[in-house]
Protein backbone atom coordinates (compact mmCIF):
# COMPACT_ATOMS: atom_id res chain seq x y z
CA UNK A 1 0.00 0.00 0.00
CA UNK A 2 2.80 2.13 -0.22
CA UNK A 3 4.28 2.57 -3.31
CA UNK A 4 2.13 1.87 -5.99
CA UNK A 5 -0.81 3.37 -4.05
CA UNK A 6 -1.20 5.98 -5.75
CA UNK A 7 -1.67 4.29 -9.04
CA UNK A 8 -3.95 1.52 -8.04
CA UNK A 9 -6.10 3.93 -6.19
CA UNK A 10 -6.20 6.12 -9.63
CA UNK A 11 -8.25 2.77 -11.40
CA UNK A 12 -9.55 1.87 -8.34
CA UNK A 13 -11.60 4.89 -8.17
CA UNK A 14 -12.60 7.06 -11.22
CA UNK A 15 -16.71 6.49 -10.01
CA UNK A 16 -15.97 7.84 -6.55
CA UNK A 17 -16.73 11.67 -7.34
CA UNK A 18 -17.21 11.84 -10.77
CA UNK A 19 -16.37 15.10 -11.12
CA UNK A 20 -12.38 15.63 -10.54
CA UNK A 21 -9.64 12.99 -11.51
CA UNK A 22 -6.52 12.37 -9.84
CA UNK A 23 -4.30 12.94 -12.55
CA UNK A 24 -4.87 16.16 -13.38
CA UNK A 25 -4.09 19.36 -11.23
CA UNK A 26 -7.43 21.49 -10.43
CA UNK A 27 -7.93 25.05 -10.38
CA UNK A 28 -7.23 24.84 -6.79
CA UNK A 29 -4.08 22.93 -6.54
CA UNK A 30 -1.65 24.69 -4.31
CA UNK A 31 1.86 25.30 -5.11
CA UNK A 32 4.78 23.21 -4.05
CA UNK A 33 3.84 19.17 -4.81
CA UNK A 34 0.36 18.45 -3.40
CA UNK A 35 0.43 14.85 -4.90
CA UNK A 36 2.23 12.50 -2.99
CA UNK A 37 3.22 8.45 -3.88
CA UNK A 38 1.65 6.59 -1.10
CA UNK A 39 -1.12 8.85 -0.06
CA UNK A 40 -3.35 7.51 2.96
CA UNK A 41 -5.57 10.81 2.58
CA UNK A 42 -6.38 12.79 -0.72
CA UNK A 43 -8.44 16.36 -0.66
CA UNK A 44 -10.16 16.82 -3.45
CA UNK A 45 -11.69 20.37 -4.02
CA UNK A 46 -12.67 20.34 -0.52
CA UNK A 47 -15.05 23.37 0.76
CA UNK A 48 -16.10 23.76 4.26
CA UNK A 49 -18.63 26.19 5.22
CA UNK A 50 -20.02 27.61 8.69
CA UNK A 51 -23.80 28.80 7.78
CA UNK A 52 -23.14 30.96 4.93
CA UNK A 53 -19.57 31.50 5.38
CA UNK A 54 -17.46 29.54 3.77
CA UNK A 55 -13.75 28.45 5.54
CA UNK A 56 -12.12 25.99 3.37
CA UNK A 57 -11.94 26.64 -0.56
CA UNK A 58 -11.13 23.59 -2.92
CA UNK A 59 -8.75 22.47 -0.54
CA UNK A 60 -6.61 20.39 -3.11
CA UNK A 61 -3.29 17.85 -1.19
CA UNK A 62 -2.19 14.32 -0.01
CA UNK A 63 -1.41 12.86 3.35
CA UNK A 64 1.48 10.55 2.92
CA UNK A 65 1.40 7.62 4.45
CA UNK A 66 3.82 7.17 7.94
CA UNK A 67 4.85 10.39 8.16
CA UNK A 68 3.93 13.43 9.59
CA UNK A 69 2.24 16.60 8.00
CA UNK A 70 2.17 19.50 9.57
CA UNK A 71 -0.51 22.10 8.64
CA UNK A 72 0.56 25.87 9.41
CA UNK A 73 -0.69 29.41 9.21
CA UNK A 74 -2.36 32.06 10.69
CA UNK A 75 -5.02 31.58 13.74
CA UNK A 76 -8.56 31.45 11.40
CA UNK A 77 -7.36 30.21 8.38
CA UNK A 78 -9.13 27.16 8.56
CA UNK A 79 -5.98 24.50 9.74
CA UNK A 80 -8.86 23.21 12.46
CA UNK A 81 -11.64 22.75 9.79
CA UNK A 82 -9.51 21.04 7.39
CA UNK A 83 -8.42 18.15 10.44
CA UNK A 84 -11.67 17.79 11.42
CA UNK A 85 -13.12 17.50 8.02
CA UNK A 86 -10.91 14.82 8.19
CA UNK A 87 -12.46 12.59 10.32
CA UNK A 88 -15.90 14.07 10.36
CA UNK A 89 -15.80 15.73 13.27
CA UNK A 90 -17.24 18.63 12.05
CA UNK A 91 -20.86 16.71 11.77
CA UNK A 92 -20.96 17.36 15.51
CA UNK A 93 -21.42 21.31 14.47
CA UNK A 94 -24.91 21.57 13.12
CA UNK A 95 -23.83 24.74 10.78
CA UNK A 96 -20.69 22.87 9.05
CA UNK A 97 -21.61 21.94 5.34
CA UNK A 98 -18.92 19.94 3.31
CA UNK A 99 -18.87 19.88 -0.10
CA UNK A 100 -15.99 18.05 -2.33
CA UNK A 101 -14.07 14.52 -2.04
CA UNK A 102 -12.25 13.63 1.15
CA UNK A 103 -10.85 10.34 0.62
CA UNK A 104 -9.23 7.67 3.04
CA UNK A 105 -7.67 4.95 0.93
CA UNK A 106 -9.57 5.92 -2.28
CA UNK A 107 -12.60 6.11 -0.42
CA UNK A 108 -14.88 9.56 -0.31
CA UNK A 109 -15.35 9.58 3.65
CA UNK A 110 -18.24 11.60 3.01
CA UNK A 111 -19.96 9.07 0.84
CA UNK A 112 -23.44 7.74 2.02
CA UNK A 113 -22.50 4.09 3.02
CA UNK A 114 -19.74 5.77 5.20
CA UNK A 115 -20.35 5.44 8.83
CA UNK A 116 -18.54 8.21 10.70
CA UNK A 117 -18.30 6.32 13.72
CA UNK A 118 -16.74 3.76 11.66
CA UNK A 119 -13.93 6.41 10.18
CA UNK A 120 -13.17 8.09 13.63
CA UNK A 121 -12.00 4.32 14.55
CA UNK A 122 -9.75 4.16 12.11
CA UNK A 123 -8.76 8.38 12.39
CA UNK A 124 -7.79 8.90 15.92
CA UNK A 125 -7.77 12.64 17.30
CA UNK A 126 -5.73 14.29 19.93
CA UNK A 127 -7.33 17.46 20.56
CA UNK A 128 -5.99 21.22 21.55
CA UNK A 129 -6.67 21.50 25.44
CA UNK A 130 -5.75 17.96 27.06
CA UNK A 131 -9.31 16.02 27.80
CA UNK A 132 -8.92 13.49 29.35
CA UNK A 133 -11.96 11.72 31.34
CA UNK A 134 -12.93 12.48 34.92
CA UNK A 135 -12.01 8.65 35.54
CA UNK A 136 -8.69 6.26 36.30
CA UNK A 137 -5.49 6.46 34.07
CA UNK A 138 -6.43 2.77 33.06
CA UNK A 139 -10.45 3.55 32.27
CA UNK A 140 -9.55 6.43 30.18
CA UNK A 141 -6.63 4.42 27.76
CA UNK A 142 -9.35 1.33 27.84
CA UNK A 143 -12.08 3.64 27.06
CA UNK A 144 -11.77 3.29 22.69
CA UNK A 145 -11.38 -0.20 23.42
CA UNK A 146 -14.34 -0.53 25.33
CA UNK A 147 -16.45 1.54 23.32
CA UNK A 148 -14.85 -0.25 19.96
CA UNK A 149 -15.97 -3.90 21.73
CA UNK A 150 -11.75 -4.64 21.47
CA UNK A 151 -11.82 -4.98 25.43
CA UNK A 152 -11.56 -8.85 25.22
CA UNK A 153 -8.55 -10.72 26.16
CA UNK A 154 -5.83 -8.46 28.04
CA UNK A 155 -7.34 -5.04 28.51
CA UNK A 156 -4.32 -3.59 30.78
CA UNK A 157 -1.30 -5.29 28.46
CA UNK A 158 -2.95 -3.25 26.00
CA UNK A 159 -3.71 -0.33 27.90
CA UNK A 160 0.19 -0.27 28.46
CA UNK A 161 1.43 -0.74 25.79
CA UNK A 162 -0.42 2.02 24.48
CA UNK A 163 0.91 4.25 27.34
CA UNK A 164 4.15 2.89 26.65
CA UNK A 165 4.00 4.48 23.50
CA UNK A 166 3.00 7.50 24.27
CA UNK A 167 5.47 7.66 26.25
CA UNK A 168 4.02 7.83 29.86
CA UNK A 169 4.29 4.37 31.10
CA UNK A 170 7.62 5.19 32.94
CA UNK A 171 5.90 8.17 35.11
CA UNK A 172 2.26 6.32 35.89
CA UNK A 173 2.84 2.92 36.13
CA UNK A 174 2.22 2.62 39.68
CA UNK A 175 -0.45 5.07 39.54
CA UNK A 176 -2.92 3.24 36.78
CA UNK A 177 -5.90 3.74 38.97
CA UNK A 178 -5.89 7.26 39.83
CA UNK A 179 -7.56 10.02 38.23
CA UNK A 180 -6.41 11.14 34.93
CA UNK A 181 -7.24 14.29 36.27
CA UNK A 182 -4.61 14.32 39.11
CA UNK A 183 -1.71 14.51 36.10
CA UNK A 184 0.23 17.40 35.04
CA UNK A 185 -1.17 19.47 31.72
CA UNK A 186 2.00 17.50 29.50
CA UNK A 187 1.22 13.95 31.16
CA UNK A 188 -2.82 14.44 30.42
CA UNK A 189 -1.66 15.73 26.65
CA UNK A 190 0.11 12.26 26.73
CA UNK A 191 -2.96 10.08 28.35
CA UNK A 192 -5.13 11.64 25.59
CA UNK A 193 -2.37 10.20 23.45
CA UNK A 194 -2.37 6.67 24.20
CA UNK A 195 -6.06 6.68 24.67
CA UNK A 196 -6.21 7.63 21.10
CA UNK A 197 -3.51 5.09 19.71
CA UNK A 198 -5.13 2.70 22.53
CA UNK A 199 -7.41 1.45 19.44
CA UNK A 200 -4.91 0.99 17.02
CA UNK A 201 -6.26 3.74 14.38
CA UNK A 202 -4.18 4.25 11.25
CA UNK A 203 -4.05 8.06 11.40
CA UNK A 204 -3.79 10.35 14.28
CA UNK A 205 -4.94 13.58 13.79
CA UNK A 206 -3.80 16.34 16.25
CA UNK A 207 -5.08 19.76 16.72
CA UNK A 208 -2.22 21.79 18.63
CA UNK A 209 -1.87 19.24 20.61
CA UNK A 210 1.37 21.65 22.66
CA UNK A 211 -0.57 24.79 22.34
CA UNK A 212 -1.13 24.42 26.05
CA UNK A 213 2.00 23.28 27.28
CA UNK A 214 4.80 24.83 28.87
CA UNK A 215 8.38 23.92 26.54
CA UNK A 216 9.61 21.37 28.32
CA UNK A 217 6.26 19.28 27.75
CA UNK A 218 6.10 20.40 24.42
CA UNK A 219 9.37 19.26 23.60
CA UNK A 220 8.68 15.94 24.57
CA UNK A 221 5.28 16.02 22.78
CA UNK A 222 7.01 16.70 20.09
CA UNK A 223 9.34 13.80 20.12
CA UNK A 224 6.53 11.94 20.63
CA UNK A 225 5.09 12.79 17.62
CA UNK A 226 8.17 11.76 15.78
CA UNK A 227 8.11 8.06 16.97
CA UNK A 228 4.76 7.56 16.28
CA UNK A 229 4.87 8.15 12.71
CA UNK A 230 6.84 5.21 12.55
CA UNK A 231 3.67 3.46 13.16
CA UNK A 232 1.35 6.11 12.63
CA UNK A 233 0.20 8.60 9.89
CA UNK A 234 0.11 11.99 11.93
CA UNK A 235 -1.51 15.05 10.96
CA UNK A 236 -0.54 17.92 13.20
CA UNK A 237 -1.93 21.55 13.28
CA UNK A 238 0.60 23.86 14.56
CA UNK A 239 0.97 27.49 14.51
CA UNK A 240 4.55 27.62 15.90
CA UNK A 241 6.59 27.31 12.82
CA UNK A 242 9.55 25.97 14.31
CA UNK A 243 7.60 22.82 16.21
CA UNK A 244 6.39 22.21 11.64
CA UNK A 245 10.18 22.43 11.18
CA UNK A 246 11.44 20.17 13.52
CA UNK A 247 8.76 17.60 13.70
CA UNK A 248 7.19 17.72 9.63
CA UNK A 249 8.26 15.78 6.55
CA UNK A 250 5.45 17.36 4.57
CA UNK A 251 4.02 20.80 5.34
CA UNK A 252 0.94 22.55 4.03
CA UNK A 253 0.39 26.33 4.50
CA UNK A 254 -2.83 27.52 4.84
CA UNK A 255 -2.86 31.53 4.62
CA UNK A 256 -6.25 33.69 5.60
CA UNK A 257 -9.69 33.13 4.21
CA UNK A 258 -9.43 29.52 3.99
CA UNK A 259 -6.94 28.44 0.73
CA UNK A 260 -4.31 26.13 1.08
CA UNK A 261 -1.31 27.71 -0.48
CA UNK A 262 1.45 25.42 -0.43
CA UNK A 263 1.98 21.75 0.04
CA UNK A 264 5.35 20.61 -0.03
CA UNK A 265 8.29 18.57 1.62
CA UNK A 266 9.16 20.21 4.83
CA UNK A 267 12.51 21.54 4.05
CA UNK A 268 11.08 22.94 0.92
CA UNK A 269 8.65 25.22 2.25
CA UNK A 270 10.92 26.41 5.15
CA UNK A 271 14.25 27.19 2.91
CA UNK A 272 12.57 27.82 -0.55
CA UNK A 273 9.10 28.16 -1.37
CA UNK A 274 7.69 29.06 -4.12
CA UNK A 275 4.77 31.54 -3.08
CA UNK A 276 6.17 35.02 -1.52
CA UNK A 277 3.32 34.98 0.72
CA UNK A 278 4.53 31.98 2.22
CA UNK A 279 8.13 33.26 2.59
CA UNK A 280 6.79 36.28 4.41
CA UNK A 281 4.58 33.95 6.43
CA UNK A 282 7.43 31.63 7.46
CA UNK A 283 10.03 34.96 8.37
CA UNK A 284 7.59 36.15 10.27
CA UNK A 285 6.59 39.41 8.39
CA UNK A 286 3.01 38.38 9.23
CA UNK A 287 0.19 35.91 11.08
CA UNK B 1 -3.39 74.34 44.98
CA UNK B 2 0.10 74.58 46.32
CA UNK B 3 1.37 71.35 44.94
CA UNK B 4 0.83 69.48 42.09
CA UNK B 5 -2.25 67.02 42.53
CA UNK B 6 -2.18 64.67 38.82
CA UNK B 7 -5.78 63.02 40.70
CA UNK B 8 -7.21 66.51 41.35
CA UNK B 9 -9.34 66.92 38.35
CA UNK B 10 -12.62 64.30 38.40
CA UNK B 11 -12.57 63.41 42.17
CA UNK B 12 -15.63 65.08 43.29
CA UNK B 13 -17.34 63.05 41.01
CA UNK B 14 -15.61 60.07 42.09
CA UNK B 15 -16.96 60.88 45.63
CA UNK B 16 -20.65 61.42 44.28
CA UNK B 17 -20.65 58.18 42.11
CA UNK B 18 -19.49 56.51 45.76
CA UNK B 19 -22.40 58.14 47.23
CA UNK B 20 -24.96 56.64 45.26
CA UNK B 21 -23.39 53.32 45.60
CA UNK B 22 -23.39 53.19 49.28
CA UNK B 23 -27.15 54.20 48.63
CA UNK B 24 -27.75 51.07 46.44
CA UNK B 25 -26.03 48.82 48.90
CA UNK B 26 -28.24 50.22 51.32
CA UNK B 27 -31.47 49.50 49.55
CA UNK B 28 -29.87 45.55 48.84
CA UNK B 29 -29.26 44.92 52.39
CA UNK B 30 -32.59 46.28 53.07
CA UNK B 31 -34.39 44.04 51.08
CA UNK B 32 -31.93 40.90 51.87
CA UNK B 33 -32.88 42.24 55.75
CA UNK B 34 -36.86 42.10 54.54
CA UNK B 35 -36.73 38.47 53.51
CA UNK B 36 -34.52 37.22 56.67
CA UNK B 37 -37.04 38.95 59.04
CA UNK B 38 -39.64 37.35 57.38
CA UNK B 39 -38.99 34.03 57.35
CA UNK B 40 -37.14 33.80 61.33
CA UNK B 41 -40.54 35.18 62.40
CA UNK B 42 -42.44 32.29 60.21
CA UNK B 43 -40.25 30.23 62.21
CA UNK B 44 -40.26 31.26 65.02
CA UNK B 45 -44.10 31.46 64.87
CA UNK B 46 -44.23 27.44 63.90
CA UNK B 47 -42.12 26.46 66.02
CA UNK B 48 -43.62 28.61 69.07
CA UNK B 49 -47.35 27.20 68.48
CA UNK B 50 -45.53 23.74 67.92
CA UNK B 51 -43.21 23.34 71.15
CA UNK B 52 -44.30 20.12 73.20
CA UNK B 53 -46.58 18.79 70.44
CA UNK B 54 -44.07 17.14 68.04
CA UNK B 55 -43.68 14.05 70.20
CA UNK B 56 -42.52 10.56 69.26
CA UNK B 57 -46.17 9.38 69.39
CA UNK B 58 -47.07 12.19 66.94
CA UNK B 59 -44.69 10.85 64.34
CA UNK B 60 -46.05 6.69 64.76
CA UNK B 61 -49.71 7.23 65.66
CA UNK B 62 -52.50 8.10 63.32
CA UNK B 63 -54.95 10.99 63.85
CA UNK B 64 -57.69 11.59 66.11
CA UNK B 65 -60.94 13.96 66.32
CA UNK B 66 -59.97 14.02 70.08
CA UNK B 67 -57.62 16.68 70.64
CA UNK B 68 -56.69 15.18 73.94
CA UNK B 69 -55.43 12.14 72.40
CA UNK B 70 -52.50 14.57 70.97
CA UNK B 71 -51.10 15.50 74.17
CA UNK B 72 -48.09 14.07 75.25
CA UNK B 73 -50.07 12.11 78.05
CA UNK B 74 -52.76 11.32 75.77
CA UNK B 75 -53.70 8.28 73.81
CA UNK B 76 -51.52 8.85 71.62
CA UNK B 77 -52.48 10.81 67.86
CA UNK B 78 -50.26 11.83 65.33
CA UNK B 79 -49.29 12.46 61.61
CA UNK B 80 -48.10 9.08 60.33
CA UNK B 81 -50.38 7.70 58.17
CA UNK B 82 -49.67 10.97 56.28
CA UNK B 83 -45.71 10.86 56.87
CA UNK B 84 -46.24 7.30 54.47
CA UNK B 85 -48.52 8.87 52.35
CA UNK B 86 -46.44 11.59 51.12
CA UNK B 87 -43.29 9.22 51.40
CA UNK B 88 -44.90 7.10 48.95
CA UNK B 89 -46.56 9.83 47.22
CA UNK B 90 -42.47 11.60 46.45
CA UNK B 91 -40.74 7.86 46.20
CA UNK B 92 -43.87 7.20 42.83
CA UNK B 93 -43.66 10.69 41.86
CA UNK B 94 -39.50 10.58 41.78
CA UNK B 95 -39.07 7.40 39.56
CA UNK B 96 -41.49 8.93 36.91
CA UNK B 97 -39.74 11.91 36.68
CA UNK B 98 -36.55 10.87 36.42
CA UNK B 99 -37.87 8.16 33.29
CA UNK B 100 -40.11 11.01 32.18
CA UNK B 101 -38.21 13.90 32.85
CA UNK B 102 -34.63 13.38 32.11
CA UNK B 103 -35.86 10.91 28.92
CA UNK B 104 -37.31 13.70 27.47
CA UNK B 105 -34.31 16.44 28.38
CA UNK B 106 -31.86 13.73 26.72
CA UNK B 107 -33.51 13.48 23.65
CA UNK B 108 -34.24 17.00 23.09
CA UNK B 109 -30.72 18.15 24.04
CA UNK B 110 -28.86 15.28 22.41
CA UNK B 111 -30.93 14.09 19.89
CA UNK B 112 -33.67 16.89 18.65
CA UNK B 113 -32.15 18.69 15.33
CA UNK B 114 -32.44 22.32 16.18
CA UNK B 115 -36.06 23.16 14.59
CA UNK B 116 -38.52 26.01 14.87
CA UNK B 117 -40.50 22.79 16.75
CA UNK B 118 -37.70 22.22 18.90
CA UNK B 119 -38.02 25.78 19.88
CA UNK B 120 -41.68 26.02 20.43
CA UNK B 121 -41.49 22.74 22.17
CA UNK B 122 -38.93 23.94 24.29
CA UNK B 123 -40.59 27.60 24.68
CA UNK B 124 -43.76 25.70 25.77
CA UNK B 125 -42.43 23.57 28.43
CA UNK B 126 -40.76 26.62 30.27
CA UNK B 127 -44.27 28.02 29.98
CA UNK B 128 -45.57 25.27 31.37
CA UNK B 129 -43.35 25.40 34.32
CA UNK B 130 -45.62 28.59 35.67
CA UNK B 131 -48.80 26.92 35.65
CA UNK B 132 -50.47 27.43 38.93
CA UNK B 133 -50.44 23.85 40.49
CA UNK B 134 -54.30 23.71 40.77
CA UNK B 135 -54.34 23.16 37.50
CA UNK B 136 -52.29 20.37 37.10
CA UNK B 137 -54.79 18.41 40.17
CA UNK B 138 -58.01 19.72 37.87
CA UNK B 139 -55.63 17.82 34.89
CA UNK B 140 -55.11 15.38 37.13
CA UNK B 141 -58.83 14.86 37.97
CA UNK B 142 -59.95 14.37 34.83
CA UNK B 143 -57.18 12.48 33.24
CA UNK B 144 -55.96 10.18 35.95
CA UNK B 145 -58.87 9.68 38.37
CA UNK B 146 -61.82 9.75 36.04
CA UNK B 147 -60.57 9.42 32.53
CA UNK B 148 -58.47 6.11 33.12
CA UNK B 149 -60.05 5.23 35.92
CA UNK B 150 -57.32 5.47 38.91
CA UNK B 151 -59.38 6.64 41.57
CA UNK B 152 -58.40 8.93 44.18
CA UNK B 153 -55.46 6.54 44.39
CA UNK B 154 -52.02 6.90 45.54
CA UNK B 155 -50.71 6.52 41.81
CA UNK B 156 -53.12 9.24 40.83
CA UNK B 157 -51.70 11.03 42.99
CA UNK B 158 -48.03 10.69 41.96
CA UNK B 159 -48.90 10.81 38.38
CA UNK B 160 -50.60 14.38 38.95
CA UNK B 161 -47.62 15.67 40.78
CA UNK B 162 -45.54 14.46 38.36
CA UNK B 163 -46.93 16.41 35.36
CA UNK B 164 -46.91 19.77 38.23
CA UNK B 165 -43.11 18.92 38.14
CA UNK B 166 -42.42 17.67 34.62
CA UNK B 167 -41.17 21.07 33.40
CA UNK B 168 -39.18 22.46 35.83
CA UNK B 169 -37.07 18.98 35.73
CA UNK B 170 -36.91 18.61 32.06
CA UNK B 171 -35.63 22.41 32.34
CA UNK B 172 -32.77 21.93 34.82
CA UNK B 173 -31.93 18.76 33.77
CA UNK B 174 -31.08 20.09 29.90
CA UNK B 175 -29.35 22.94 31.47
CA UNK B 176 -26.94 20.26 33.47
CA UNK B 177 -26.85 18.48 29.81
CA UNK B 178 -25.71 21.52 28.30
CA UNK B 179 -22.91 22.22 30.96
CA UNK B 180 -20.86 19.39 30.17
CA UNK B 181 -18.15 20.53 28.16
CA UNK B 182 -18.14 19.69 24.51
CA UNK B 183 -14.61 19.04 25.00
CA UNK B 184 -15.71 15.67 26.86
CA UNK B 185 -18.04 15.00 24.25
CA UNK B 186 -15.14 15.49 21.33
CA UNK B 187 -12.90 13.16 23.27
CA UNK B 188 -15.51 9.99 23.23
CA UNK B 189 -16.94 10.89 19.07
CA UNK B 190 -12.95 11.03 18.92
CA UNK B 191 -12.32 7.22 19.57
CA UNK B 192 -15.10 5.99 17.61
CA UNK B 193 -17.48 6.08 20.49
CA UNK B 194 -21.84 6.36 18.90
CA UNK B 195 -23.84 8.88 20.33
CA UNK B 196 -25.78 6.27 22.71
CA UNK B 197 -22.15 5.44 24.29
CA UNK B 198 -20.98 9.09 24.47
CA UNK B 199 -24.53 9.88 26.16
CA UNK B 200 -23.97 7.11 28.50
CA UNK B 201 -20.10 6.95 29.06
CA UNK B 202 -19.66 10.76 29.45
CA UNK B 203 -22.70 12.94 29.29
CA UNK B 204 -24.90 11.23 32.16
CA UNK B 205 -22.08 10.90 34.23
CA UNK B 206 -21.22 14.50 34.00
CA UNK B 207 -24.54 15.94 34.17
CA UNK B 208 -25.48 13.35 37.11
CA UNK B 209 -25.13 16.16 40.23
CA UNK B 210 -26.91 18.75 38.47
CA UNK B 211 -29.92 16.44 37.48
CA UNK B 212 -30.11 15.00 40.92
CA UNK B 213 -29.86 18.30 42.76
CA UNK B 214 -32.81 19.99 40.10
CA UNK B 215 -34.92 17.01 40.52
CA UNK B 216 -34.70 16.66 44.21
CA UNK B 217 -35.28 20.22 44.82
CA UNK B 218 -38.60 20.03 42.21
CA UNK B 219 -39.46 16.91 44.72
CA UNK B 220 -39.02 19.26 47.88
CA UNK B 221 -41.50 21.15 45.91
CA UNK B 222 -43.86 18.46 44.89
CA UNK B 223 -43.64 17.39 48.55
CA UNK B 224 -45.60 20.48 49.99
CA UNK B 225 -48.23 20.93 47.57
CA UNK B 226 -51.57 20.92 48.71
CA UNK B 227 -53.60 21.63 46.06
CA UNK B 228 -53.21 19.42 43.39
CA UNK B 229 -53.24 16.25 45.48
CA UNK B 230 -56.58 17.98 47.10
CA UNK B 231 -58.47 18.25 43.16
CA UNK B 232 -57.24 14.28 42.98
CA UNK B 233 -59.09 13.69 46.35
CA UNK B 234 -56.38 12.91 48.76
CA UNK B 235 -58.10 11.51 51.71
CA UNK B 236 -57.73 14.17 55.20
CA UNK B 237 -57.84 11.99 57.83
CA UNK B 238 -56.93 8.60 57.09
CA UNK B 239 -56.29 6.44 60.00
CA UNK B 240 -54.20 3.88 58.23
CA UNK B 241 -51.04 3.61 55.82
CA UNK B 242 -51.62 2.98 52.28
CA UNK B 243 -50.73 -0.32 51.21
CA UNK B 244 -51.24 -0.47 47.84
CA UNK B 245 -50.60 1.81 44.52
CA UNK B 246 -54.33 1.81 44.38
CA UNK B 247 -54.85 2.81 48.01
CA UNK B 248 -56.06 5.98 48.67
CA UNK B 249 -53.95 7.85 50.53
CA UNK B 250 -53.49 10.84 52.93
CA UNK B 251 -50.44 13.55 52.39
CA UNK B 252 -48.92 15.61 54.62
CA UNK B 253 -49.95 19.46 53.50
CA UNK B 254 -53.60 17.34 53.59
CA UNK B 255 -53.38 16.64 57.02
CA UNK B 256 -52.44 20.24 58.06
CA UNK B 257 -54.52 21.54 56.12
CA UNK B 258 -57.69 19.83 57.69
CA UNK B 259 -56.25 20.27 61.25
CA UNK B 260 -55.88 24.04 60.43
CA UNK B 261 -59.49 24.75 59.66
CA UNK B 262 -61.17 22.64 62.97
CA UNK B 263 -62.08 24.72 65.25
CA UNK B 264 -60.81 23.58 68.39
CA UNK B 265 -58.04 26.20 68.88
CA UNK B 266 -56.03 23.04 69.97
CA UNK B 267 -55.68 21.86 66.66
CA UNK B 268 -53.42 25.13 65.65
CA UNK B 269 -50.39 23.42 67.37
CA UNK B 270 -51.37 20.25 65.58
CA UNK B 271 -51.05 22.09 62.58
CA UNK B 272 -47.81 23.43 63.51
CA UNK B 273 -46.54 20.40 64.85
CA UNK B 274 -47.09 19.06 61.33
CA UNK B 275 -45.30 21.60 59.82
CA UNK B 276 -42.74 21.52 61.44
CA UNK B 277 -42.41 18.43 60.37
CA UNK B 278 -43.03 18.73 56.89
CA UNK B 279 -40.37 21.92 56.81
CA UNK B 280 -38.08 19.13 58.59
CA UNK B 281 -38.49 16.90 55.61
CA UNK B 282 -38.18 19.66 53.00
CA UNK B 283 -34.50 20.95 54.65
CA UNK B 284 -33.87 17.06 54.26
CA UNK B 285 -34.29 16.78 51.32
CA UNK B 286 -32.56 20.25 50.39
CA UNK B 287 -29.42 19.35 52.24
CA UNK B 288 -29.28 16.08 50.37
CA UNK B 289 -28.73 17.96 47.21
CA UNK B 290 -26.86 20.36 48.32
CA UNK B 291 -24.33 17.57 49.69
CA UNK B 292 -24.40 15.99 45.94
CA UNK B 293 -23.84 19.54 44.48
CA UNK B 294 -20.83 19.73 46.44
CA UNK B 295 -19.56 16.46 46.42
CA UNK B 296 -19.33 16.02 42.55
CA UNK B 297 -19.37 19.28 41.52
CA UNK B 298 -16.24 19.15 38.98
CA UNK B 299 -15.04 22.65 40.12
CA UNK B 300 -14.14 21.21 43.55
N1 LIG C 1 -17.94 25.94 15.06
C1 LIG C 1 -17.82 26.98 14.22
N2 LIG C 1 -18.90 27.70 13.88
C2 LIG C 1 -18.78 28.75 13.04
N3 LIG C 1 -17.64 29.17 12.49
C3 LIG C 1 -16.51 28.49 12.81
C4 LIG C 1 -16.54 27.36 13.68
N4 LIG C 1 -15.29 26.88 13.81
C5 LIG C 1 -14.51 27.68 13.03
N5 LIG C 1 -15.24 28.64 12.43
C6 LIG C 1 -14.72 29.68 11.52
O1 LIG C 1 -13.99 29.05 10.49
C7 LIG C 1 -12.79 29.73 10.23
C8 LIG C 1 -11.61 28.79 10.40
O2 LIG C 1 -11.51 28.43 11.77
P1 LIG C 1 -10.51 27.33 12.30
O3 LIG C 1 -10.62 26.13 11.43
O4 LIG C 1 -10.76 27.14 13.72
O5 LIG C 1 -9.10 28.03 12.06
P2 LIG C 1 -7.68 27.72 12.69
O6 LIG C 1 -7.75 26.38 13.35
O7 LIG C 1 -6.76 27.78 11.55
O8 LIG C 1 -7.38 28.81 13.66
C9 LIG C 1 -12.75 30.92 11.19
O9 LIG C 1 -13.20 32.04 10.48
C10 LIG C 1 -13.74 30.56 12.25
O10 LIG C 1 -14.37 31.70 12.74
MG1 LIG D 1 -7.49 25.84 15.39
Known sequence: ?287 | MSTNNPFADGTDDIERKRQIGRVFVGICFASTLVGIVALVALLADVIYESWGWVTWEFLTYPPSQVVENFLPDGRGAGIYPAIVGSIFLIALTAVFTIFLGVGAAVYLEEYAADSQLKSFIEANIANLAGVPSIVYGLLGLAIFVRGIQLGSSLIAGALTLTLLILPIVIVSTQESLRSVPDSQRQAAYGVGATQWQVIRDVVLPRALPGIMTGTILSLSRAIGETAPILMVGAATSLFVSPDSLTAPFSAMPMMIFEWATLPEPEFQHVAAAGIVVLLTILLLMNAVAILIRNKYDPRS
Not at chain 1, 8 to 23: F, K, L, Q, Y
Not at chain 1, 167 to 195: K, M, N, P, W
Open chain 1, 1 to 287: MTTNGGGSRTVSTPESSGSRSDATMTDNAPLGSPRVDDAVIESRGLDVFYGDDQALHGIDMDIPERKVTALIGPSGCGKSTFLRSINRMNDLIDIARVEGDLRFHGKNVYDDDVDPVALRRKIGMVFQKPNPFPKSIRDNVAYGLRVQGKDDGDVDAKVRTALERAALLDEVEDQLDSSGLDLSGGQQQRLCIARAIAPDPEVILMDEPASALDPVATSKIEDLVEELSEEYTVVIVTHNMQQAARISDKTAVFLTGGHLVEFDDTNKIFENPESDRVEDYITGKFG
